[in-house]
């Protein structure tokens, strides 16, 4: 809907434009309509120079070893009284930049890492409106809201976004497991028998896989690990 309302505000903005000029007097009016020309020239033409020239910045702001995943431009009824924002993923982060009406650009990205969730909604009448998008961060502020995507675009940012939020949640959980380890102090080595002679007797079996379910409790190790730990404590192989 929000696209329909911008539509709508800016045919009405310009018809009371014409209205208020049309009291002014016939020269008032014609000067009003060569103003709506020049504002039609400015917003509606030059839109690929303007693009080229935003990529150039994106490109020249990539650090080593960064890649460019897609790029897409804000549709216009998102930006009818404004410029028009570009939108681009790399492999390490999501970059917003956007032309200042005096020319200039603002440049702002949120690393993968940083952002926690993300959700797309297809606008009312996608071919003029696009889709939106709102990435959730860590740090619980504000969301980063985009809207006015080409739905194409979007839906290819959002399916990259996924795959990012797996990657990192994988990637913290791994780190959250050698932290708990780190924490407790617990290594597989100090499961071993402390005593030769003892080797795989009934107590000292009793007393290491109890201390693999401790492990396994207090989250210092997975699943799988645990399996494989319990399945070594009982057939006497070496740890």
């Not at 309509?33 to 509606?44: G, K, T």
């Not at 431009?73 to 200042?100: D, G, H, N, P």
């Not at 926690?116 to 809201?145: A, C």
């Amino acid at each position: 809907m929000i696209g329909l309302f911008k539509i709508l505000s800016f045919v009405i903005s310009w018809l009371l434009f014409f209205a208020v000029a049309l009291v002014g007097g016939i020269e008032v009016f014609a000067v009003s309509i060569i103003l709506f020309a020049i504002y039609c020239w400015m917003v509606f033409t030059g839109g690929d120079k303007r693009a080229l020239k935003a990529r150039t910045k994106l490109d020249g702001a990539l650090i080593k070893g960064e890649t460019v995943v897609t790029t897409g431009i804000q549709m216009r009824v998102f930006a009818l009284f404004s410029r028009r924002e570009l939108i681009a993923i790399t492999s390490s982060r999501l970059v917003q930049i956007k032309r200042s009406i005096l020319g200039g650009f603002k440049m702002k990205d949120h690393q993968w890492k940083d952002l926690h969730d993300v959700s797309l909604s297809e606008n009312t009448i996608p071919g003029l409106s696009g889709s939106k998008l709102v990435f959730t961060t860590h740090s619980g502020g504000h969301p980063v809201v985009i809207d006015g995507v080409p739905s194409a675009i979007a839906t290819e940012i959002y399916s990259f976004a996924q795959a990012k939020e797996q990657e990192w949640e994988e990637k913290n959980r791994i780190r959250e497991l050698e932290n708990r380890r780190a924490a407790s102090g617990a290594t597989v080595v100090s499961m071993g028998a402390s005593d030769g002679n003892k080797g795989a007797a009934g107590d000292d079996i009793f007393e290491r896989l109890q201390k693999a379910k401790a492990l396994f409790d207090s989250g210092a190790i997975s699943d799988a690990e645990y399996q494989e730990l319990k399945s070594k404590v009982l057939s006497g192989a070496p740890i």
